[in-house]
């Protein structure tokens, strides 16, 4: 589409329909009867009323006929962010969930992520977990894979090559009593994460990139996260780990680092809480330890599912948000049994509930609230919000395209609803079956297009 009126980048689509997203002050937002403009980079040019048409279309040149139009029961809404899951994991997804954290650890997880040596294994994984959160509307993921460096590489390969965005994480662990097999030294680590940072980088994926990723501190000395802290400032990305995920994992932390005040303090001593720092998880931490997340920056990936099905404990939502820190939500595959985020939204309302019936003076989180968590406040616990997570005029169009009404779907709908409530019946019925079309930086990734034979 040409235009000619000083916009800088020509327009490739025009949607009319319904948009609902969230901003800072408002959780659920929704502009009925509304255009919206990608363009040929991919980004968010415009947004406003369909009766706005003709001074939209003169300044951005599209004529009626180069405009979609959706059907009565869609709409758009911000693609999700999963803020922590194991790419690693998948294949045993849905199983071993009959055991807490730490024994779960050993008897499950670093048996799987210790055949990711082998790449054509971790082609199977990888492939079909960046499809599967593509498909249930995961526009934004933040990945841990193992310490294995060339699969590592070969995940974040994977993600650009299918569209999604990601941050990839070549997990680092030097400390590993219970499983001897499956750990690096301090040295290989750090040689081996700045190798991973310097290969992932050199490739200018635009939508892949590194994320420092200690596993936890019971699997780190301190030695190696203090480097891993000084890699990270010293290439200014992103970290990522866990936090007070259970008693037991708690307790073994103060017996490893008993010089430390908290399990927070444990990460601040070695310069790992950032504003581009995500931590996993928080069930148990106090009141001062989110102050420090606070003052720090640091967010925090909720991840519902994991923390009931390994029974580690249930993150209070509402007093991190009164401690005004950063939250966003997580699948934490394969401790959380699904890779849907949709499952990761409910899970969160279902574990505000169990609270509200433990006190009922506690005020519970509402279906709009996990929205903007799971969409505006992903996009801020990754620090990406200047990207992604609404519709904001100049951000990329990550995006899904959701019919609430899809053949064969799992909604059914008796009346004539409005958009608020066809958005919170998805939000609680819906699958990837009602998610139609999935963008990400204005490129069309669902469904995917299969290379042509030749």
Request: with cysteine.
């Amino acid at each position: 589409m040409a235009n000619s009126n000083g916009y800088t980048a020509d327009i490739l689509r025009v949607y009319r329909g319904t948009f609902i997203h969230s901003t800072q002050q408002t959780a659920v937002e929704i502009l009925e009867d509304a255009l919206l403009g990608v363009d040929v980079k991919g980004k968010i040019a415009f947004i406003g009323k369909y009766s706005e048409f003709d001074g939209l279309s003169e300044k951005f040149g599209f004529s009626p006929s180069e405009i979609t139009q959706l059907a009565q029961h869609e709409f758009f809404m911000p693609g999700m962010v999963d803020t922590h899951i194991h790419a690693s994991q998948y294949s045993y997804a849905g199983t071993a969930l009959d055991m807490p954290l730490m024994q779960w650890l050993c008897t499950y997880t670093f048996p799987v992520e210790s055949r990711f040596k082998d790449l054509e294994f971790a082609q199977r994984v990888y492939n079909k977990v960046v499809k599967r959160t593509l498909r249930n509307g995961t526009t934004t993921a933040c990945y841990h894979a193992t310490i294995h460096t060339d699969a590592t590489l070969l995940l974040g390969q994977i993600a650009n090559d299918l569209g999604q965005r990601a941050l990839v994480g070549k997990v680092c662990m030097d400390r590993n009593n219970p499983a001897k097999y499956y750990k690096e030294t301090c040295q290989e680590s750090q040689e081996e994460t700045c190798r991973f940072i310097a290969e992932l980088l050199d490739k200018k994926y635009p939508l892949v990139k590194p994320v420092v990723t200690p596993r936890f501190a019971p699997t780190c000395t301190g030695a190696l996260l203090g480097q891993l802290g000084a890699i990270a400032k010293n290439n200014n990305l992103h970290i990522q780990s866990h936090i007070s995920e259970n008693t037991e994992e708690i307790k073994l932390v103060k017996d490893l680092f008993p010089e430390s005040k908290s399990y927070t303090d444990v990460y601040h001593k070695y310069n790992l809480l950032t504003d581009k720092t995500v931590m996993a998880h928080g069930c148990h931490l106090t009141d001062e330890e989110l102050t420090l997340f606070r003052e720090t920056g640091t967010s925090l990936s909720h991840c519902p599912n994991s923390n009931i099905s390994l029974c580690s404990g249930v993150l209070n939502v509402r007093n991190v948000l009164n401690h005004k820190v950063k939250l966003g939500l997580g699948t934490d595959v394969a401790g959380g049994y699904s890779a849907s985020m949709l499952d990761a939204l409910r899970r969160a309302l279902d574990s505000s509930k169990m609270l509200t019936i433990q006190d009922p003076g506690h005020k519970t989180l509402t279906f709009e609230e996990a929205f903007r968590i799971a969409t505006l406040g992903g996009s801020q616990a990754l620090s990406l919000d200047d990207q992604t997570g609404n519709f904001e005029v100049g951000k990329d169009f990550d995006a899904l395209r959701v019919n609430v009404t899809a053949p064969g779907g799992p909604i059914d709908l008796i009346q004539s609803d409005g958009p608020k409530i066809l958005l919170e019946k998805f939000l609680n019925l819906g699958d990837d079956r009602n998610i139609v079309e999935v963008f990400v930086a204005g490129r069309k990734v669902v469904p995917f297009t299969e290379p042509k034979p030749e």
